[in-house]
């Protein structure tokens, strides 16, 4: 498998199918051949929401740095932007 596989229409159902079509060319089990796995197939725990976490943290990283900014004065205008 050369090729590298993206997100689209992939879920938790078709992971391990990939895995297991993957681990039978092989002739061993290659579990990290994928991400997205369900637990009891190797996944991680809170994996389906660690998108979502790090949306958040990104935000409240980008809002902290914004709040230690100084308003810079618009040449054009002579406003504060």
């Not at 061993?28 to 991680?44: D, F, I, M, Q």
């Not at 308003?71 to 002579?78: D, E, L, R, V, W």
């Amino acid at each position: 498998m050369s090729e590298v596989l993206s997100n689209v229409h992939v879920n938790e159902q078709s992971i391990p199918r990939i895995m297991n079509t993957y681990s039978q060319q092989i002739g061993h089990a290659v579990p990290e051949v994928v991400t997205g796995k369900p637990v009891v197939v190797g996944g991680l725990h809170g994996r389906s929401e660690a998108t979502g976490r790090g949306l958040i943290y990104l935000v409240a990283q980008v809002a902290d740095h914004q709040q230690h900014l100084t308003p810079t004065t618009n040449t054009k205008s002579g406003q504060a932007t």
